[in-house]
Nanobody
């Protein structure tokens, strides 16, 4: 079992940057593949980025490629999402997630979720 707590959300102007953090409890963080998802009002939750347990591979949704970077520090039990060149369309609640088995883009493949952090980008 792992518990996830996101932080770092807020209000930013278009073109600005934010760095989200997700702190995980437990001693097996390094065995989990980690993902970031987001959900805008009235829309379904969508995949944003994912990183393998050893940090060796990453994958991004097309709309954030080149602007967002996912990374992890297994010594600190933390995964990050650096978001640059933010756009109003990035406004959403961002969720951190953990998968003990499969490295996947599908929300259904993640067993553990944080409570979410709000990101609002003004135009």
């Amino acid at each position: 079992q792992v518990q996830l707590v996101e932080s770092g959300g807020g209000l930013v102007q278009a073109g600005g940057s934010l760095r989200l953090s997700c702190a995980a409890s437990g001693r097996t963080f390094s065995s989990y593949h980690m993902g970031w998802f987001r959900q805008a009002p009235g829309k379904e939750r969508e995949f944003v980025a994912t990183i393998r347990s050893n940090g060796g591979s990453t994958y991004y949704q097309d709309s954030v490629k080149g602007r967002f970077t996912i990374s992890r520090d297994n010594a600190k039990n933390t995964v990050y999402l650096q978001m640059n060149s933010l756009e109003p369309e990035d406004t959403a609640v961002y969720y951190c997630s953990a998968s003990p088995r499969t490295w996947t883009l599908s929300a259904g493949g993640y067993d553990y979720w944080g409570q979410g952090t709000q990101v609002t980008v003004s135009s």
